[in-house]
Structure formats: C-alpha cells, structure tokens
C-alpha cells in the first residue's frame, strides 16, 4: 500500500522559513520524480515545485523562484521543501505528490500518488 505523508508545516511569521518533508513508503521513491503542490480554500490546487526521479532537474512556480528549494533523499525516500523568506500569501495547505513518469511535470493529472496535506499558516 503506498502512503505519502507530509510533515513540517505551521505557523510563522512573514520573513521567516520552513522546511517540509514527504515521506513515502510502498513504492521506491527512486523511480518517480515528485512534486509539491498548495491549495488554499476555493481555490484549485497549484503547483508550487517539481524535482525529477534523480533530483537533476527542478523546476518552480514564478511566485516562489528564488525563494523555495526542492530536493529529495531517494536514499530515504524522502521528498523536501525549504521555504525562506514566507509571505502572508503562501499559507496554503502543501501537498506532495508522486509522478511515475520520472520527469518533471506541472500538471495535476500527471501524478499518481498524492498526500493528505500540511498546513503553513504565515502571520503578517
């Protein structure tokens, strides 16, 4: 049974960081690239950042460029996400997912496995 659970959300004030974690059990991490997505309430689910199964290629969403670093440990099968500099407007509930293909890919549909989410609240 493949489970992806996400961790490492909360409550921070703008300026500040968080790190986000994934961690997969029942398939090999290895074998899918993975991305993180958020979603706020009424609002559809966005792409945030993808990493493809090697890690040697990311790609991110214009509003967090510069900002949010993705990167996974296949060895651990563990996805990650390091938000600096948190504005009032990326509190959202994150959501990691996990894409067979293997290559970087932004669209919802492409992913086979998604967690439950994590909340980040970021207070002005």
């Known amino acids: 049974q493949v489970q992806v659970v996400e961790s490492g959300g909360g409550l921070v004030q703008a300026g500040g960081s968080l790190r986000l974690s994934c961690a997969a059990s029942g398939l090999t991490l290895s074998r899918y690239a993975m991305g993180w997505f958020r979603q706020a309430p009424g609002k559809e689910r966005e792409f945030v950042a993808g990493i493809n199964c090697s890690g040697g290629s990311t790609y991110y969403a214009d509003p967090v460029k510069g900002r949010f670093t993705i990167s996974r440990d296949n060895a651990k099968n563990t996805l990650y996400l390091q938000m600096n500099s948190l504005e009032p407007e990326d509190a959202d509930v994150y959501y990691c997912?996990?894409?067979?293909?293997?290559?970087?890919?932004?669209?919802?549909?492409?992913?086979?496995?998604w967690g439950q989410g994590t909340q980040v609240t970021v207070s002005s």
């Open positions: 997912a996990g894409s067979a293909g293997g290559w970087v890919v932004i669209t919802i549909g492409e992913y086979d496995y």
